[in-house]
T-cell receptor, first 114, second 114 residues
């Protein structure tokens, strides 16, 4: 069982370049989300999705786009990378919002924008 | 918006000793969930323990236990018989009963010395 898979694990971009961070889960989870982790800031929610075709903004959505065309995949797009987007990005998924629902995290993508 | 505060950026404990990590949160909700996540140098986010706000009994998982004080909005993590493998960043997180997203504190870095 692969769980939550993020690719790539590391990426260096030049300012203004675009790229997509991939996230896939094989647990048939309804809910998927993207967080960014910066030193001294904890994890902050970028975007989330409660099911295929449904997405919404989190705490820090500017500069990022998402879509959810299938239950399994939830890619995060950077249209024009900026140095402020240098961070570690985590994708997470959970089955539903029930009391015992656990969030499963991918292993993260370390992105550097130069 | 709910906020989660971890007032200890760094903590240190000797092997086999006990350490307590602090977490406070702010919410107007009566039902919610609290979590402690561990992040070792591998970056993987690992769920350590969870607490449901409507349960008065403090959660325990082997050497890990919590002191949940609902009125004080406090959720501390106690690690007993500390081991070298417990060295990691620890994040406290909050989730509404009706929500999916996790709100994280800024983290506490735990160092375990021999």
């Amino acid at each position: 069982n692969a769980g939550v898979t993020q690719t790539p694990k590391f990426q260096v971009l030049k300012t203004g370049q675009s790229m997509t961070l991939q996230c896939a889960q094989d647990m048939n989870h309804e809910y998927m989300s993207w967080y960014r982790q910066d030193p001294g800031m904890g994890l902050r929610l970028i975007h989330y999705s409660v099911g295929a075709g449904i997405t919404d903004q989190g705490e820090v959505p500017n500069g990022y786009n998402v879509s959810r065309s299938t239950t399994e995949d939830f890619p995060l797009r950077l249209l024009s990378a900026a140095p402020s987007q240098t961070s570690v990005y985590f994708c997470a998924s959970s089955y539903n919002q029930g009391p015992n629902t656990e969030a499963f995290f991918g292993q993260g993508t370390r992105l550097t924008v130069v | 918006a709910q906020t989660v505060t971890q007032s200890q950026p760094e903590m240190s404990v000797q092997e086999a000793e006990t350490v307590t990590l602090s977490c406070t949160y702010d919410t107007s909700e009566s039902d919610y969930y609290l979590f402690w996540y561990k992040q070792p140098p591998s970056r993987q986010m690992i769920l350590v323990i969870r607490q449901e706000a409507y349960k008065q009994q403090n959660a325990t998982e082997n050497r890990f236990s919590v002191n949940f004080q609902k009125a004080a909005k406090s959720f501390s993590l106690k690690i007993s018989d500390s081991q070298l493998g417990d060295a990691a960043m620890y994040f406290c997180a909050y989730r509404e009963d009706s929500g999916y997203a996790l709100n994280f504190g800024k983290g506490t870095s735990l160092l375990v010395t021999p």
